[in-house]
């Protein structure tokens, strides 16, 4: 999100094509979080949050004078982070097949003794959210977290307005039957 006084996103790609790298600066601050929280829901892990979110930048960087319409930034940009995660899915997958150990993720050890309620409920959403396959995580993520429109997910996702409605109405159904234990 940005101030009231602060550029669109629009003026900021054009500023950025104009030669502006300070642009490209407001556009990185301003989607940064966004990046990382979008990255650690679809991968589940913080390191491989850390370098999707660097990369799509530095393809944002590489490709930005090229974008055609810059009223279309923030769906083009999730379009180019929804594809780097869907190459790491694929990439993660065949690693997998590979691994004599498996995939041992160190770093998604759930709760530590002591941990609070609320970290608990974080980590059963989280588990639950990782337990839906990638089109119907990636539809709940850009709508719930990050308040695209289904419009923008369309794009985003390179499908119908109709596909992405009824894979958010999958997921949240599939997350109600997950987390049942804990909405009465």
């Known amino acids: 999100m940005h101030v009231e006084n602060d550029p669109e996103d629009e003026e ?17 601050g301003r989607y940064q979080g966004a990046a990382y929280r979008f990255f650690l829901r679809m991968t589940g892990r913080g390191p491989d949050a850390e370098d999707l979110a660097q990369e799509t930048f530095v393809r944002v ?14 769906s083009w940009f999730w379009a180019i982070a929804s594809n780097l995660v869907r190459d790491h899915h694929k990439y993660r ?5 590979l691994s004599i150990e498996g995939d041992i993720d160190l ?16 980590s059963r959403i989280q588990s639950a959210l990782q337990e839906l396959d990638d089109p119907r995580r ?7 977290y990050h308040g695209l429109s289904y419009e923008e997910i369309a794009e985003t996702a390179g ?7 009824w894979r958010l109405h999958s997921a949240r159904r599939q997350l109600r ?6 909405i009465e």
């Open 93 to 97: 997958q065949h690693r997998r097949h």
């Open 138 to 144: 990636l539809v709940l993520t850009l709508r719930e």
């Open 177 to 182: 039957a997950r987390l049942s234990d804990l």
């Open 61 to 74: 960087y590489e490709s930005l004078s090229g974008l055609e319409d810059p009223r279309r930034f923030r």
């Open 159 to 165: 499908c119908s307005v109709g596909a992405v409605r």
């Open 107 to 122: 770093d998604r050890d759930l709760m530590e003794p002591g941990s609070t309620p609320a970290a608990e409920l974080a």
């Open 12 to 28: 900021l790609v054009r500023r950025f094509a104009h030669g502006d790298v300070d642009a490209f600066a407001l556009l990185v």
